[in-house]
């Protein structure tokens, strides 16, 4: 799978980057880097699917934004600082397309149009935020779920997904009861499959109904960045 970010450069764009950009298979839960620390890199999941997750005091983590073949992370560290503000955590394992900040800084100072699109990218994902923020607080766990699983599913390009209930419990900052109840109601109704970490999207239609707006907001928002929203 490639990185729809970078096939959307254009040639002379690309050809600025490419002498920094180097493919690294990256396994399921390797961080790639922790809040409050310095970013080394930057990454274009092609495969690979990353939650930026916020982690409180109590040990309990909730993901903040969801990124995939459709975006990249530690961008920011590259335009504005070095430092991140949440942890990056390889949700689903694959392909990694792996950047020097100092290479992407220097092909973004030399290209306005790279350097939009970037900067377009960060507000994408900071709205993302935002959504998943609101969506914590006010949708219910069965609504969520199917969002989540759905973006998933759109990011890794696959109907099965290795995920243990505390893992997906985590992310959506529940109790693992939770997740076990809406995951069983899914099953219930034939939308999923789930035994011994491994979930497999039988319906996505059916999904796609049961999620809550969220789902298509966040969607309409990476069609955009990407060109392909039909606005």
């Given amino acids: 799978m490639k990185n729809r970010l970078l096939a959307q450069l254009s040639p002379d764009d690309f050809q600025r980057l490419e002498p920094f950009l180097k493919m690294s298979p990256f396994k399921q839960h390797a961080v790639l880097f922790e809040a409050e620390q310095e970013i080394k890199h930057v990454y274009f ?21 969801m990124v995939g073949s459709d975006g990249v992370v530690g961008a920011s560290a590259a335009l504005d600082g070095r430092i991140s503000l949440s942890r990056g955590i390889i949700q689903l394992p694959g392909d990694i397309v792996v950047c020097s900040i100092a290479g992407l800084r220097a092909a973004a100072m030399e290209s306005p149009s790279l350097l939009s699109v970037l900067i377009r990218h960060e507000q994408t994902v900071y709205s993302q935020a935002q959504q998943s923020a609101a969506c914590f607080a006010t949708h219910h766990i069965h609504a969520r779920l199917c969002r989540w699983l759905l973006r998933a599913r759109d990011l890794s390009g696959g109907e099965t997904l290795n995920f243990t209930q505390e893992y997906l419990a985590e992310m959506l900052g529940v109790k693992r009861t939770s997740v076990t109840l809406a995951a069983h109601t899914l099953q219930a109704a034939n939308l999923i499959t789930y035994r011994r970490g491994k979930i497999q999207i039988l319906d996505v239609e059916a999904l796609q109904e049961g999620a809550c707006e969220c789902y298509e907001t966040i969607k309409r928002h990476y069609d955009r960045l990407l060109g392909t929203a039909n606005t």
């Fill in 45 to 65: 999941p092609s495969g690979a699917v990353v939650s930026l997750v916020v982690t409180l005091e109590s040990g309990e983590m909730v993901e903040a934004a």
